[in-house]
């Protein structure tokens, strides 16, 4: 079978799996927690072929392609980032499956039922997909928001919660780049907890979500966020500083902003 066959019969079963699998009680569940917090796990969404095959794409260009980073912001309150990545840029010239499940319009169609509006993708190439390995005691992805609306999380490996690696969050608040008051957000609202296990899709309200990742004691997590955009992102200013300095720097930028 050529590639492209292969692939056109991934995104063909992923429809055909959202079609006659998922049930609209499961998407109606998933929105009443989205809504609430911002946070839904959907691990019924996508069937174990088309899961597997993302997970072993992901492993190849992680593996090909991953640079370490660390870094903070501060926009986000100077918290951490210390990770592997791999960036749209090199998913998108190397991997052939991300790419297209990424633009599926059965699986957009899904999204958007969940959270209950349009999910479209990104607008800015280098949010639509990164992948993040999290391999040393310490790393994680510290707390932040994300520019644009909406991510789908695709969890490939993840430790047990003992051993960190959970995400936090705080939905409804907002982010202000000049003054992110994070201490404030935390003593305004609980922080919600969400162990999560390889196989796991998760989407969250990204833009109003304060979140990050739990720092790892022990074992290894591996994800790729697919980022979406809302309509009305579509008319919005947004800055990239962030993402930018994550993701868009040349690897002689990143050596220099390892620590
Ligand atoms: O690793 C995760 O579960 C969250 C990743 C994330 O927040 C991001 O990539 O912006
Ligand atoms: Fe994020």
């Known amino acids: 079978m050529r590639p492209g066959e292969r692939i056109g019969g991934l995104v063909q079963s992923l429809s055909e799996h959202l079609v006659n699998n998922v049930e609209e009680r499961m998407l109606e569940g998933a929105r009443r927690d989205f809504l609430q917090n911002g946070f839904t796990k959907l691990p ?5 072929r088309v899961k597997s095959s993302v997970a072993d794409e992901i492993e190849d260009l992680v593996a090909e392609h991953g640079v370490r980073r660390g870094m903070s912001f ?64 310490g790393d994680t992805h510290g707390w932040h928001w994300d520019d644009y609306s909406f991510a789908l999380v ?16 705080v939905p409804r608040t907002y982010w202000n780049k000049e003054d992110p008051q994070l201490h404030r957000q935390f003593i305004a609202q609980p922080i919600h907890s969400f162990e999560l296990r390889p196989g796991d899709l998760y989407l969250m309200r990204t833009d109003t979500t304060l979140h990050r990742v ?46």
Request: charged share 25%.
């Open 44 to 48: 019924f969404l996508v069937p174990d």
């Open 214 to 259: 739990y720092p790892l004691t022990r074992g290894r997590r591996l994800i790729i966020n697919m980022g979406y955009a809302s309509r009305a992102d579509l008319h919005k200013q947004i800055s990239h500083e962030t993402m930018d300095g994550l993701w868009n720097g040349s690897r002689t930028d990143q050596a220099e902003q390892t620590a």
């Open 74 to 137: 501060k926009e986000t309150g100077g918290t951490p980032r210390l990770m592997r990545n791999v960036r749209h840029r090199e998913i998108s010239e190397h991997g052939d499956v991300i790419p297209q499940v990424y633009g599926s319009t059965d699986l957009l169609g899904a999204l958007g039922r969940v959270a209950g509006e349009p999910v479209l993708t990104c607008p800015y190439e280098p949010e639509r997909y990164v992948i993040t390995e999290l391999e040393q005691s």
């Open 154 to 169: 695709w969890v490939v490996a993840c430790p047990p919660a003992e051993h960190g690696g959970f995400v936090q969050c």
